[in-house]
């Protein structure tokens, strides 16, 4: 179980192998990485050239351990691994990585998506894309509190 | 009592800081209370302002309006979060 | 797109950079590990020591290949890869990978627990675990017939 | 009418035999008719006999009994498959 908030880019195999590194009873690892996109921008033919990642220090790492922790108490887990990057990315730069380990591949495909549905609407990051017209905030989606809602617990 | 104050992102740059110190009236004791006299300074600070879709955390968590805030505590408000 | 049925190992890291290599248009790539457990066995105190995969060469590339091809009519998808592996396969190795590329999240997890599904139904492979007592053939599971139903469509 | 026949994992094994070559009857048109002739050799055979848990594939695509079989296709009889 374990957290980072860092500017660095991060390794993907690496972080998978750790996952199971040294033991024998992890039968599954379900993974998720998110890259940025040049998305074409609305009302011109500009597409997005880069994106800056604000983030509330302190916090981001507090949330995100919350919702590792919570991931625990819903499955059975043996591993989970959060890194979001903040600062300045270009497209196609890697912005996050969930990986969970489990016995079993119902609880790890189901925690690593509860982790960054969870992470889309509770972690303090906030995006600002550059474009040729200057930086414009990206604004929250609502099909995003939608996905985290689907976890309610009844 | 004292408070810290802090702003992110889209807020931070319309108000023009990032953080503030402040003491507050005793009658100021919720995460609302807070963000409607901050609101009735006028101006940029009408971003606060209800309606605005503004979130609050105390203490790095994130909390509705109804919270309470107390002495030293750190207070921050910021638009949703677009991480991920 | 793409599909390898083969004995070697398989490098994650490298298999996930190459599903969005080159391009700028991927936001999420999806990915799962299966990896051999060392289970304890009913009724002793022994474990799996190794597991030996067979397969029927020729219907598992095609089958394969059909499952990726579902996938890519029911979600938008931008890269798909599916690797498994046959022979001799010991406590903590990787069994097989599938990685699945898509502009969205959504998408991309759904495309791959649906292809894991899938593959754990309709790709023949089978499974036998070495053991103190000698070879043992793995049951088939119902819940895996039940995870592959969930995706019928009404 | 001449097929091809392959056994895979367990079946493989009870039978001792991982492939042939049949030459079939003309009344054996289906994949069902084909496991029922192939059981009725009896001894290990019964392995392929009605209630056991088997499985079909014709050249190399899954399917239920009432499939066709024809001349020179590859029929396979195997388990439920346990990948991933």
Same mark, same amino acid.
């Given at each position: 179980m374990s957290v980072s908030v860092?500017?660095?880019?991060?390794?993907?195999?690496?972080?998978?192998?750790a996952l199971s590194a040294g033991r024998d009873d992890v039968g599954a690892v379900a993974t998720f990485v998110g890259l940025v996109r040049a998305?074409?921008?609305?009302?011109?033919?500009?597409?997005?050239?880069?994106?800056?990642?604000?983030?509330?220090?302190?916090?981001?790492?507090?949330?995100l351990a919350a919702i590792e922790a919570e991931a625990g108490q819903r499955w059975t887990l043996l591993g989970t691994r959060i890194i979001h990057r903040?600062?300045?990315?270009?497209?196609?730069?890697?912005?996050?990585?969930?990986?969970?380990?489990?016995?079993?591949?119902?609880?790890?495909f189901?925690?690593?998506?509860?982790?960054?549905?969870?992470?889309?609407?509770?972690?303090?990051?906030?995006?600002?894309e550059d474009t040729p017209q200057g930086g414009q905030w990206v604004d929250a989606r609502e099909a995003d509190d939608a996905a985290a809602g689907r976890w309610a617990q009844g | 009592?004292?408070?810290?104050?802090?702003?992110? /992102? !889209?807020l931070r740059e319309t108000l023009g800081y990032s953080? @503030?110190?402040?003491?507050?009236? %005793?009658?100021?004791?919720?995460?609302?209370?807070l963000r409607s006299h901050l /609101? !009735?300074?006028?101006?940029?600070?009408?971003?606060?302002? @209800?309606?605005?879709?503004?979130? %609050?955390?105390?203490?790095?968590?994130m909390v509705g309006p109804e919270a309470p805030v107390a002495d030293r505590d750190e207070v921050a408000f910021f638009p949703p979060v677009t991480g991920g």
């Open positions: 860092q500017e660095a880019d991060f390794d993907t195999g690496a972080e998978i192998a998305d074409k921008l609305a009302g011109s033919g500009d597409s997005v050239q880069a994106m800056t990642l604000e983030h509330y220090p302190g916090m981001t790492e507090k949330a903040y600062g300045r990315l270009l497209p196609g730069q890697q912005i996050v990585f969930v990986g969970v380990a489990s016995p079993h591949r119902g609880d790890a189901a925690a690593c998506e509860f982790i960054m549905d969870y992470l889309k609407t509770r972690a303090p990051f906030w995006k600002k | 009592m004292s408070i810290k104050v802090l702003y992110f /992102a !889209s953080h @503030e110190t402040l003491t507050l009236p %005793a009658d100021i004791s919720s995460v609302g209370a /609101a !009735s300074r006028g101006g940029v600070w009408e971003a606060l302002g @209800e309606g605005r879709n503004v979130r %609050a955390a105390v203490n790095q968590d």
